[in-house]
Each structure stands twice: as C-alpha cells, then as structure tokens.
C-alpha cells in the first residue's frame, strides 16, 4: 500500500499497479489504437488517391498524431484516467495527492508514451517501472500522476476458533487493558490460519504470542493448558467483554431516549381509592374540583314556636369516608 497524502493531509492507502498488470493494459490500449488507426488509413488511403505524395504525408502524420497520440489523450482526460485497458485490468490513473487527472496530466502522459512506449517497444517505460518504488514510468514522474489498482480482490473473513469448553470462563479476572491491538490482531489472524501452518512453525509462533499476551497482562497461563488453546480463551473472553460493553450501551440508550410519558398513577399513590384524589390511574391533579353547594340554614322561628328539629343530615356521599366506621366503598347504599 502507498500513502498517498491528499491536500487536507489526509493519508491514502492505495496500492500501486505494477508491471504486468500495467503492461496487459498498455497491450490491450495499443491494440484497439492501432485497430483504429489501420481503419483509418485504409479511409485516408481511398479518400487521398488523387491528391499529391506531400499531401497524402501531411495527412498520414495527421492522422498519426490524432489517433496514436491525441485519442489516448482524449479518451485519460473524459474518463479521469481509465481507458479500455485499464478498466479491463481494474486500473486508474490519479494524481500524486489522489484526485482525478486533468489534461494537463494526460498530454504530459501521452507526449512521454510516444518516446517511452512507441519509439523504444516499451523498453524505456518497463526500465522506469522496475525501478520506481511505486511503478512509475517517466511519463508518470513528470505529470506528477500514479497508476493505481481500482479493484482489490475482496478479503475472506475467516471466523476465529472457539476455545475448548473447559476453559470458557477461565480468564474472566484477566486485565487485557494493557493489549494493543496490533497484538490482537496478530493473534486473530494466528487462530484463523493455524490448520495451514506447520505444526512445529505453528507451535513457535504460538508459544511467541502467549508470551507476549503473558507480558502484557501480568498473569501466566493455567498449568497445562497448550499455547493455542490459551491464545483461544484470552481472545474468545475478549470479544465476550466487548459484546457485553456494546449490549450494555445499546440498552442504556434505548432506556434514556425513551421519554417519560403520562404514566398511569394508582390510587394507592394518590391518597388512595375514588375519594383520594385518582381514580382510574388519573392523576388527582387531571381531576376537576367538584363545586359544593352550600348548606341552606334554616330560617329562625318565631318567638313563642316550638324549636324546629333539624333536618336529618343527608347520606354521606359518594368517595367520603366516616370516622367511626370502615372506610367507603365508593358506592351509595340504596335508598
């Protein structure tokens, strides 16, 4: 990979074309140039067989010139640096800092092409490539562009091996704080690919990561316990950490967007039964105050009448409660 670095200084993993994948594209450009030059100059041919021999000269390198030169030109600059080869071979040309090519880049590129790839077969463009630390030809060096590979072949992931199930749990008490990831990493890619290993490159190199995980957190493996299979047990309790901590965050989140809606209050809460305040899971507050009306006081009797008795006092009503008997039942007694 080649770190390109962009104007806003941001580094680019891309991974330089070499020679054979750049020489198949070269092969198959040059083939439907020439194509279309040949048809070309059997067109010039018919159409010039009355003009002069300097006139069909003129015309010949004309038609040179455009086609060989100028239409591979043509073709980098309206593409942003794919022509047919090089989108047959998953190929690009880009500039130095990553972004797309302009026409500057390509006329640099297409007048250094006539020298570097027609003139000399190709000897001078594969030299410059073989040596160019990224695959640079001249034409490329002094454009100031890069042929990059656009299609990377997609990575197998391979799922890690459990560990033994007498040692799930083992290392519930182990500190990995201190484990940098290029370490697990290395320890991961080990598990997934150790069936493909020599067994005595194999058991080195597990040996040399149980170390290192020894090293780095402070604790030495169970006795008798194979570095492989330890190497399994510390990197399966590692992604059961890391499966709590993201279940655990995703349900605190949930919880706290969850808003606080009008929750049902019971009576018990609010003073409990009608006559406390809620009624039905209302809140007491939601429920209107009852006007009362007041009580009618009797007119005063006249001097010299007998008293008048007073009225008996009406039924208790509907939520009220009495102080010498059990509590009401929210329900009026017939009459």
Request: hydrophobic share 50%.
């Amino acid at each position: 990979m080649s770190g390109v670095v962009t104007g806003d200084a941001v580094v680019l993993g891309l991974q330089p074309a070499r020679l054979p994948s750049r020489a198949l594209a070269v092969l198959v450009d040059l083939a439907v140039v020439w194509a279309a030059y040949l048809l070309v100059m059997i067109g010039l041919a018919v159409a010039t067989a009355s003009l002069d021999e300097a006139a069909v000269t003129a015309v010949s390198i004309a038609a040179f010139l455009l086609v060989l030169v100028g239409a591979p030109i043509a073709v980098e600059t309206l593409s942003h640096g794919r022509s047919l080869g090089k989108m047959a071979c998953g190929l690009r040309v880009v500039r130095d800092d990553g972004g797309p090519i302009r026409f500057r880049h390509a006329l640099v590129r297409g007048a250094m092409g006539v020298v570097e790839i027609l003139m000399t077969l190709g000897v001078v463009a594969c030299v410059a490539s073989l040596v160019s630390e990224r695959g640079r030809r001249l034409g490329d060096v002094f454009a100031g562009t890069l042929v990059v590979r656009e299609r990377m072949p997609a990575a197998r992931v391979r799922p890690v091996p459990p560990p033994p199930p007498w040692l799930v749990g083992r290392f519930a008490g182990l500190d990995l704080s201190a484990v940098p990831e290029g370490l697990w990493l290395e320890v991961r890619q080990y598990l997934t690919r150790a069936r493909e290993l020599d067994p005595a490159v194999g058991r080195q190199l597990a040996e040399r990561l149980a170390g290192e995980l020894v090293a780095r957190t402070g604790t030495p493996p169970p006795a008798g316990v194979p570095a492989e299979a330890y190497l399994a047990g510390v990197v399966a309790e590692r992604q059961a950490r890391d499966a709590r901590r993201a279940f655990a965050e995703a349900g605190s989140g949930h919880g706290a967007g969850r808003g606080a809606g009008p929750g049902v209050v019971a009576g018990a809460e609010t003073g409990g039964g009608f006559g406390g305040g809620g009624a039905f899971g209302v809140p007491a507050a939601a429920v209107p105050p009852v006007a009362v009306a007041p009580a009618s006081v009797p007119p005063a009797a006249p001097s010299g009448a007998p008293p008048v008795a007073p009225p008996a006092s009406a039924p208790p009503a509907i939520g009220s409660s009495r102080e010498d008997g059990p509590p009401a039942t929210g329900f009026a007694p017939p009459a």
